[in-house]
């Protein structure tokens, strides 16, 4: 069964940096492509950033290049989100999931469960 773990969330100040991380389990974790979605309050879930199976090529929506990194460890199962330069409009709770990755960001399966996230705060 298809788990997914994120971590790494909390509260920072305007300009600070954060490093996410989601755990995975239930799948080959190496055959997918992975990303990062996240829900700010009273607004749609949105697609940031995404990572190939092999992690040769990373996508990542425009207000967040140039201060967001992807990455993925294929040995150990996990995702990252290296968050950088963060501001208040960075708030929300973060997702990951298996998706399909470039422009048009979305998940893979609309069945897969989505983990229960981790919150990101950015105010001074």
């Known amino acids: 069964q298809l788990q997914l773990v994120e971590s790494g969330g909390g509260l920072v100040q305007p300009g600070g940096s954060l490093r996410l991380s989601c755990a995975a389990s239930?799948?080959?974790?190496?055959?997918?492509?992975l990303g990062w979605f996240r829900q700010a309050p009273g607004k749609e879930r949105e697609g940031v950033s995404c990572?190939?199976?092999?992690?040769?090529?990373?996508y990542h929506k425009g207000s967040v290049k140039g201060r967001f990194t992807i990455s993925r460890d294929n040995a150990k199962n996990t995702l990252y989100l290296q968050m950088n330069n963060l501001a208040p409009e960075d708030t929300a709770v973060y997702y990951c999931?298996?998706?399909?990755?470039?422009?048009?960001?979305?998940?893979?399966?609309?069945?897969?469960?989505w983990g229960q996230g981790t919150q990101v705060t950015v105010a001074a």
């Open positions: 239930g799948f080959t974790f190496g055959d997918y492509a």
């Open positions: 990572i190939t199976n092999d992690g040769a090529s990373t």
């Open positions: 999931a298996r998706v399909v990755c470039g422009f048009g960001l979305r998940p893979l399966d609309e069945n897969d469960s």
